[in-house]
Nanobody
């Protein structure tokens, strides 16, 4: 059974920082991309950032320059460093792994107060 466990969400004031982690466990034989999506209230789930097994990162325009995604392949863990947070970054952040199969985590809530 495959599990993605996210951690690091919470409440932070605008301008602050948070770091999210996503640890994959179970029978995942191959992970090409790891990434983060988010869903704000009443909004569709949207891409935040992804990183390939080779380290190539892709970011949503709204987070470029503020967020940094990284991964540790040996630990099957991805990280999302979020700086200069804005109230519009508020939402549930979901971890994704993509290889032969696609797996989603259950999400972690990030709330940015103004």
């Amino acid at each position: 059974q495959v599990q993605l466990v996210e951690s690091g969400g919470g409440l932070v004031q605008a301008g602050g920082s948070l770091t999210l982690s996503c640890a994959a466990s179970g029978n995942i034989f191959r992970i090409d991309d790891m990434g983060w999506y988010r869903q704000g209230s009443g909004n569709q789930r949207e891409l935040v950032a992804t990183v390939s097994s080779g380290g190539t990162a892709v970011y949503a325009d709204s987070v470029k320059g503020r967020f940094t995604i990284s991964r540790d392949n040996a630990k099957k863990t991805a990280y999302l460093q979020m700086n200069s947070l804005k109230p519009e970054d508020t939402g549930v952040y979901y971890c994704l792994t993509r290889g032969i199969m696609v797996y989603w985590g259950k999400g972690t809530l990030v709330t940015v107060s103004s």
